[in-house]
């Protein structure tokens, strides 16, 4: 059974640009939500899609947004990028919410802005 | 707000020691709580779940505990080995959805 998938693993963009990453979740799960990582502020909670649904958000700015497609599949994208922003992305998907809650995670989108 | 605190930040022991790595926790009004491992670069790998109605959850050579009375969760590790050295984290669902809360993490080396 394959694991949750992150494209692309690595990249560099510059300050300005904006951003996609990509999430393929566990099949069968239906929740996809995405955490920040940094060496200063730790993992953070981005937000979490259920149904391609927002259930809930983070205490990020609005540069930061997502969406779930039918299929389960996520996407976050950065606008206007910062420094500060240069972060590792995980994501995570999970069954229902009246399952156990345990969260799987992928191995992140690594991202530099220079 | 929910507040993490995973104690100690490091540590350093010799191969075959047993440990215990601490995360206490401010809300006691959790769903559940998850221990993960992160190796370096990598993404986390999950290890034990333990649901706000249980006590302990065991896999292998770990044991985790949740008191939620006391806002405290140990992972403790039996005869450890090289192959274990990584960053443990603690994280605490809330009962809103799937948003979970870490800790700072506690980075482990084992020495052979």
């Known amino acids: 059974k394959a694991g949750v998938t992150q494209t692309p693993r690595y990249l560099i963009k510059t300050r300005g640009q904006q951003v996609t990453l990509s999430c393929s979740p566990i099949s069968g799960h239906r929740s996809v939500s995405w955490y920040q990582q940094t060496p200063g502020q730790g993992l953070q909670f981005l937000f979490e899609?259920?149904?391609?649904?927002?259930?809930n958000k983070g205490n990020f700015p609005g540069r930061f947004s997502g969406r779930q497609f039918s299929n389960s599949r996520s996407e976050m994208n950065v606008s206007t990028l910062e420094l500060g922003d240069s972060a590792l992305y995980l994501c995570?998907?999970?069954?229902?919410?009246?399952?156990?809650?345990?969260?799987?995670f992928g191995e992140g989108s690594r991202l530099t802005v220079l | 707000k929910q507040e993490v605190t995973q104690i100690p930040a490091a540590l350093s022991v010799p191969e075959g020691e047993n440990l215990v790595l601490n995360c206490s926790f401010t809300?006691?009004?959790?769903?559940?709580l998850q221990w993960f491992r992160q190796d370096p670069g990598k993404g986390l790998t999950s290890l034990l779940l333990?649901?706000?109605?249980?006590r302990e959850q065991t896999s292998g050579r770990l044991n985790a505990s949740l008191d939620k009375s006391s806002g405290r969760s140990t992972l403790y590790i039996a005869a450890s080995q090289p192959g274990d050295s990584a960053t443990y984290l603690c994280?605490?669902?809330?009962?809103?959805?799937?948003?979970?809360?870490f800790g700072g993490g506690t980075r482990l080396m084992v020495k052979p």
């Open positions: 333990i649901q706000s109605s249980q």
């Open positions: 995570a998907s999970s069954r229902i919410r009246s399952d156990t809650g345990e969260l799987f």
């Open positions: 809300d006691s009004a959790i769903y559940n």
């Open positions: 994280a605490v669902g809330d009962n809103a959805g799937n948003m979970l809360t």
């Open positions: 899609y259920f149904s391609e649904t927002q259930r």
